[in-house]
């Protein structure tokens, strides 16, 4: 069992850079995959990208369409966290971003996901 706690988020302008961290406060990443979901108000949740364990396929990674080439997912395991770099945001990435892990594989559906942290918000302005 992991605990997720996000921090990063704030308010940038287009164009800039945000670099969100994903950590388990309880337990370790080492046979999860953590992915990143972000939502909206009024919308629905949405995949952002996903980061399988070491342990299960060397730590592959998935990207939703929008963000791919812009965004980076990464892990550092002696930090047990999980990165997720923003780069080029735009105002449309405006929401608030969770991480969530679940055994293994990372996965677009986030019913898969079994342990979530709180959220922090990411705001970019034009």
């Known amino acids: 069992q992991v605990q997720p706690v996000e921090s990063g988020g704030g308010l940038v302008q287009a164009g800039d850079s945000l670099r969100l961290g994903c950590a388990a406060s309880e337990g370790t990443f080492r046979n999860y995959a953590v992915g990143w979901f972000r939502q909206a108000p009024g919308k629905e949740r949405e995949f952002v990208a996903a980061?399988?364990?070491?342990?299960?396929?060397?730590?592959?990674?998935i990207y939703a369409n929008s963000v791919k080439g812009r965004f980076t997912i990464s892990r550092d395991n002696a930090k047990n966290t999980v990165y997720l770099q923003m780069n080029s945001l735009k105002p449309e990435d405006t929401a608030v971003y969770s991480c969530a892990a679940r055994p293994f594989g990372g996965s677009y559906d986030y019913t898969q996901y079994h342990y979530w942290g709180q959220g922090t918000q990411v705001t970019v302005s034009e």
């Open positions: 980061i399988d364990a070491i342990s299960w396929s060397g730590g592959s990674t």
